[in-house]
């Protein structure tokens, strides 16, 4: 597992001091996809530069495996490096390099014996989809299969932990997606646990299952992603996950509005033929929204009530009767 305990970033500068990350406390579970998720300039990219020392703390622990790696030097900050892989949005291939030559760079590094390196580099290409591409350089492969060579390359040393800062910002929406089920697969049959910096919800949403949303170089909130989408906390959480619903309701109503929340089996209830049909309660829908996360449908929708306190009642009592959580604040 890793962990952060007061984790502070600060850059110093001609004009003063910037602060990238202050007293952040997070903990990343073994085996998890775990999304770091926040607007520009929140410290995500820094978050994750720390964890490997590329970043070293201004002051905090980054504990890995019960281990505090930023008193760490030398060999064993090198041994460390080799259990944490680490992916770029650039992709940062060595353009002189073959695909398969750039797999077997790290290997190299460590001295494994050519034969041993040879076929682990078979078995990386072969993971990544890329056997028949081996001997094409850089400069002849798209962009998805440039990030597929750099995923195969970080996963070389046989690392426990996969680092991915914003690997798939620079990608079309289908090569997005076949990246990141790639990556699910690696979690899912490696069991490495990989830690995605992103600024796109949708890319937690397809892949993690564990998020902490940043905001203003601070953890605002962290949770499993069912639980953070269904019911984000903090204004920036709903601000990220919810822009449709905000902009859709903004000076919309009269009052009387309620916010449905669908988390997973609940999301195949008939809530607005229901209050009309079964309590005589007629509801205007402004937004309506559903996704899937892990294999359920999550989703929110705003209703608007009429100005009846005795219907508004009935149509709570409904919501609650069909386990259809609501909220009164939007």
Sequence with gaps: MIALKNLTKIY???????????????????????????????????????????????????????????????KRLRALRRSVGMIFQSFNLLEQRTAAANVRFPLELGKIPREEAKRRVGEL????????????????????????????????????????????????????????????????ELGVTIVVITHEMKVVESVCTHVAVLDQSRVAEAGKVEDIFSFPQSEIAKRLILPDLIRSVAGSGKGN???????????????????????????????????????KTFGHMVIELPENEAQIAAAKQYLTSKSVTFKEEI
């Design 12 to 74: 110093p500068s001609k004009t003063g001091e910037t602060v990238a990350l202050e007293n952040v406390d997070l903990e990343i579970p073994d085996g998890s996809v775990f999304g770091v998720i926040g607007l520009s300039g929140a410290g995500k990219s820094t978050l994750v530069r720390c964890l490997n020392l590329l970043e070293k703390p201004t002051r905090g622990q980054v504990i890995i495996d019960g281990e505090d790696v930023t008193a760490l030097s030398g």
């Design 257 to 295: 509005q309620l916010r449905l929340v669908f988390h997973g089996d609940a999301s195949d209830t008939p809530v607005i033929s229901g209050l009309a049909s079964e309590c005589g309660v007629p509801a205007n829908i402004l937004f309506a929204d559903t996704r899937r996360i892990d294999g």
């Design 125 to 188: 290409l072969s993971l990544v989809g890329l056997s028949e591409k081996a001997d094409f350089y850089p400069s002849q492969l798209s962009g998805g299969q440039k990030q597929r060579v750099a995923i195969a390359r970080a996963l070389a040393t046989e690392p426990k932990y996969l680092l991915c800062d914003e690997a798939t910002s620079a990608l079309d929406p289908a090569t997005t997606e076949s990246v990141l089920q790639l990556l699910k697969k690696i979690n899912r």
